[in-house]
């Protein structure tokens, strides 16, 4: 099922190129599509459109034009498919790096958009899961090393057990309302000023 509803913004400065893009949308399904024209002042368009998905055609681009696709793609947090004509690795993997979803090299035909279209949209939703888990990951452990180091603070200047030292820990989050984190923060903090 197509969700018309997208906005889709193609970036080409080139009409016949453009068409391309715009018909292969259309035959899709899709309505919403806005056209740029011109690289200049993009990142401020872009943000202006807000777009759910941006297809950017680059026949040949230079190395100016491509950093600011790169710009474009690490700041707006959209799915991004890029089409160019030629490549090189060094540009693929800048474009990655970027957080470009799809890279596609000489494959600008009519009956490909809508394929590859859904494969972008799916691989920037995979990729920004992943990357949503690994900093949930992260956070938890900075949270875990945090509460540990509370919990050795409080076996050091009380001389109880970890279980206790946990258990005080636990009791004075559920008291005072709090995370159990806040609370070991707190107790971290105080024995830094202390200390």
Known sequence: MVDTHLTILVIDENPVRSAIL???????????I???D????LLRRVFAIDPDVILIDLANPSRDVLEQMFQVSRTVKRPVAMFVDQSD????EASVDAGVSAYIVDGLRKERVKPILDMTVSRFNAFDRLARELEQARTELAE????ERAKG???KTRGIPEEEAYA????TAMNEKKKLVEIAQSVVTAASLLG
């Open 22 to 32: 715009e018909d292969g949308l259309r035959e899709a399904g899709y309505e919403n």
């Open 153 to 155: 603070i409080l076996m």
């Open 144 to 147: 875990r090393k945090v509460i």
């Open 89 to 92: 690795t060094a540009m693929i």
């Open 34 to 36: 806005v056209r740029l």
């Open 38 to 41: 011109t690289t200049q002042e």
């Open 168 to 171: 005080l820990l636990r009791k």
